[in-house]
């Protein structure tokens, strides 16, 4: 069989990646002396680096994240109150996400939470997780309009089927009577069977005044706080520190 013929054969096998690496590799002058078992090893392997890589890009690009963000990346030199890097380290091992607990990320407006829930969002996406990101209230409205055309119990049947959901900005607006019975919902399917990352501006003892419904905010703090972890941050904005537009912090990458 001509390298040819062998090249069309892994095409149409659809191995493109490792096609690709057997042509490119014979071709140069630094493999010629390598032994038959090293080559095919070596295409194999960039075979399944060319599959985990598109693996990983379908799940990023199912997450939604509202900006590039990940662990190496966050700035411990703005002085943070609570943002210890070796709890960092000790979180990214995402045992946690494996033991189906939560992460609760709380601190003032522009101190970095988001940044830091999609940082362990896209860590997790890199270990093979899926992971989903919503702001609440979005999340909220996609499950009223879920209600409204009789699709709700499969919304809740996709977001059961994320390892991890980031709800960020809890808290921001209080909830109506009907909210509060769908973020129950969300809450008590994920409870011990999935993780959930919630960023707020609000403490925990403060939960009870924006959910509303005494009975259904026990019941969500029950199963949400109860076995979360915590990161409590103190300090000005980032934003402010750096001089950054809050206009345009959509709009560009930037270190949290």
């Given at each position: 069989?001509?390298?040819?013929?062998?090249?069309?054969?892994?095409?149409?096998?659809?191995?493109f990646?490792?096609?690709?690496?057997?042509?490119?590799?014979?071709?140069?002058?630094?493999?010629?002396?390598?032994?038959?078992?090293?080559?095919?090893?070596?295409?194999?392997?960039?075979?399944?680096?060319?599959?985990?890589?598109?693996?990983?890009?379908?799940?990023?690009?199912?997450?939604?994240?509202?900006?590039?963000?990940?662990?190496?990346?966050?700035?411990y030199?703005?002085?943070?109150?609570?943002?210890?890097?070796?709890?960092?380290?000790?979180?990214?091992?995402?045992?946690?996400?494996?033991?189906?607990?939560?992460?609760?990320?709380?601190?003032?407006?522009?101190?970095?939470?988001?940044?830091?829930?999609q940082?362990?969002?896209?860590?997790?996406?890199?270990?093979?997780?899926?992971?989903?990101?919503?702001?609440?209230?979005?999340?909220?409205?996609?499950?009223?309009?879920?209600?409204?055309?009789?699709?709700?119990?499969?919304?809740?049947?996709?977001?059961?089927?994320?390892?991890?959901?980031?709800?960020?900005?809890?808290?921001?607006?209080?909830?109506?009577?009907?909210?509060?019975?769908?973020?129950?919902?969300?809450?008590?399917?994920?409870?011990?069977?999935?993780?959930?990352?919630?960023?707020t501006?609000?403490?925990?003892k403060h939960?009870?005044?924006?959910?509303?419904?005494?009975?259904?905010?026990?019941?969500?703090?029950d199963?949400?706080?109860?076995?979360?972890?915590?990161?409590?941050?103190?300090?000005?904005?980032?934003?402010?520190?750096?001089?950054?537009?809050?206009?345009?912090?959509?709009?560009?990458?930037?270190?949290?």
């Amino acid at each position: 069989m001509t390298l040819e013929e062998t090249i069309t054969k892994l095409n149409q096998m659809k191995l493109f990646a490792m096609a690709r690496s057997l042509q490119e590799r014979l071709g140069r002058v630094d493999h010629q002396d390598l032994g038959v078992e090293e080559m095919i090893s070596l295409v194999i392997d960039d075979e399944w680096l060319d599959r985990e890589n598109r693996k990983l890009t379908r799940r990023l690009k199912k997450a939604r994240f509202k900006v590039p963000a990940t662990l190496e990346a966050i700035d411990y030199q703005l002085h943070r109150v609570g943002l210890v890097k070796t709890k960092i380290l000790d979180l990214s091992t995402l045992g946690w996400v494996f033991r189906h607990q939560n992460l609760l990320v709380i601190g003032p407006t522009g101190i970095g939470k988001s940044f830091i829930a999609q940082a362990f969002g896209y860590h997790a996406c890199q270990k093979g997780l899926a992971v989903h990101y919503a702001r609440l209230t979005q999340l909220l409205h996609q499950l009223h309009l879920a209600r409204a055309d009789g699709t709700y119990g499969k919304r809740l049947s996709y977001l059961l089927k994320y390892d991890l959901l980031i709800l960020d900005d809890w808290g921001v607006s209080s909830l109506d009577s009907q909210e509060s019975k769908d973020l129950l919902e969300v809450i008590e399917d994920r409870h011990e069977i999935k993780s959930t990352i919630v960023t707020t501006q609000l403490s925990t003892k403060h939960w009870h005044e924006f959910i509303g419904n005494e009975t259904i905010a026990d019941a969500i703090c029950d199963r949400l706080v109860h076995n979360a972890h915590r990161i409590e941050m103190k300090g000005e904005s980032v934003r402010k520190l750096k001089g950054i537009d809050p206009e345009k912090t959509n709009k560009k990458e930037e270190k949290a």
